[in-house]
């Protein structure tokens, strides 16, 4: 394989020459930069088109989005810095070198939400509502988002040669510790790529998924909030999944667990635990005013 080629031989699918950036007036500009702004735009557009069906204003979101695009690349950094300390604390400004990579989405989805409350408190929103209009668009861009992993050849899992593998050369990875032993066992004698699962593409489908249950279900929701517990409790079942396979996990210090997985699966259970005890405080307030005697005068 050429060094930009990708491949999903089993789908007899063969990209040449795939590139990370382009040129514009003497300019690069990375892939991965272009299609997270576009991720953006179609997660803000999503939930203002949302609000104005919803009778409400699509310009607090658009207001909004201003504050939670800052802090949530903000939170993003941290987050991976946090949980790649080694990696930054003999040189410091290298923490502020964003563009040698080094987001975390989980820091950002934090962030966002953090944003969000403070944002709806200051403006007297109710961040309820508020997140079950965004959280639709947030993971719409998170869909969209994966692919720009998939121009830089990172965000892979292991060895894996099924109907979905994915061939990348061996050149063309970011980051060579990416590269497991059982990844390194299965290269092929004189080959120069790896057979790896393309567990960015999984996420992506998945959250396209989750993107239209939340639509679905927007009519069917019980309480303000709903909406924001299905995504929490949806994405993290995936994520908790994808994780296992993925080779590029940022693990809790001092252990092997994978941050990013146990987070997911807190998400999951804490989401369940959340619509069920508010739907049964919900049900009793209506089988208490159902029982309460009637004080109308006849």
């Not at 208490?288 to 009637?294: E, G, H, K, N, V």
């Amino acid at each position: 394989m050429n060094a930009g080629d990708i491949a999903f031989p089993n789908l007899n699918i063969y990209l040449h020459d795939v590139p990370r950036s382009f040129s514009v007036f003497g300019f690069r500009i990375a892939f991965y930069g272009l299609i997270i702004g576009i991720a953006v735009f179609a997660g803000i557009l999503t939930a203002a088109a949302i609000a104005k069906r919803t009778k409400q204003n699509p310009d607090d979101y658009w207001d909004f989005a201003i504050y939670a695009v800052i802090f949530s690349v903000i939170g993003a950094r941290i987050y991976y810095v946090i949980f790649s300390w080694d990696s930054y604390k003999d040189d410091l400004l290298e923490i502020f070198r964003i563009r040698n990579g080094g987001l975390a989405i989980y820091g950002g989805v934090i962030a966002a939400f953090i944003t969000l409350f403070v944002w709806c408190r200051m403006k007297k929103k109710k961040a309820a509502l508020f997140g079950d209009t965004a959280v639709p668009g947030l993971i719409l861009g998170q869909a969209i988002g994966r692919w720009g992993n998939f121009m830089n050849r990172e965000v892979f899992g292991d060895y894996y040669d099924g109907l979905l593998s994915m061939q990348i050369p061996i050149e063309a990875v970011r980051d060579r510790s990416d590269i497991t032993e059982n990844i390194a066992a299965h290269i092929p004698e004189g080959a120069n790529y790896i057979n790896v699962h393309p567990t960015f593409l999984y996420e992506s489908l998945w959250n396209l998924f989750i993107f239209v249950v939340l639509l679905l279900y927007w009519k069917h929701k019980k309480f303000d909030g709903e909406i924001c517990l299905l995504y929490l409790g949806g994405y993290g079942l995936g994520r908790f999944i994808i994780e296992g396979i993925r080779t590029d996990v940022l693990l809790i210090p001092g252990t092997n667990l994978p941050v990013s997985q146990v987070l997911a699966l807190v998400m999951v259970i804490g989401a369940v635990a959340a619509d069920v005890l508010i739907r049964l405080r919900i049900a009793g307030k209506e089988k208490a005013t159902a029982a309460a005697p009637d004080t109308k005068e006849s």
